[in-house]
Nanobody
Framework: VQLQASGGGLVQTGGSLTLSCAVS????????IGWFRQAPGKEREFVAA????????YYADSVKGRFTVSRDNAKNTVYLQMNSLKPEDTAVYYC?????????????????WGQGTLVTVSS
């Protein structure tokens, strides 16, 4: 099983980035996908999640209205479109796959994790 997050980089405040999470080695349609982030010295926190079908999405209050999560089941890929970025969005972003009935907001619900991609927002 592999989750490959990519698309991170350096962007100015107010800018945009799109992260991708390419998934292989599991039946993609059977897994919900979540995005989490971890800033230096802080706990890993929930950012967004999308259900198996893509019909429902969930967001942390801190990113609601600025970030959009989507998935392309034909490409086994999930995207995180990030707009109006702020310095406090600076973190390593991780994608994770969940096959079960746990909470989308809880990192312990996820079975598999990717390696992370760094997003840096300069002020």
């Amino acid at each position: 099983v592999q989750l490959q997050a990519s698309g991170g980089g350096l962007v100015q405040t107010g800018g945009s980035l799109t992260l991708s999470c390419a998934v292989s080695g599991l039946p993609f349609d059977d897994y919900a996908i979540g995005w989490f982030r971890q800033a230096p010295g802080k706990e890993r926190e929930f950012v967004a999640a999308i259900t198996r079908s893509g019909g429902t999405t969930y967001y942390a209050d801190s990113v609601k209205g600025r970030f959009t999560v989507s998935r392309d089941n034909a490409k086994n890929t999930v995207y995180l479109q990030m707009n109006s970025l702020k310095p406090e969005d600076t973190a390593v972003y991780y994608c994770a796959a969940m096959n079960g009935g746990g909470s989308y907001y809880y990192r312990g619900s996820y079975n598999y994790w990717g390696q992370g991609t760094l997003v840096t927002v300069s002020s």
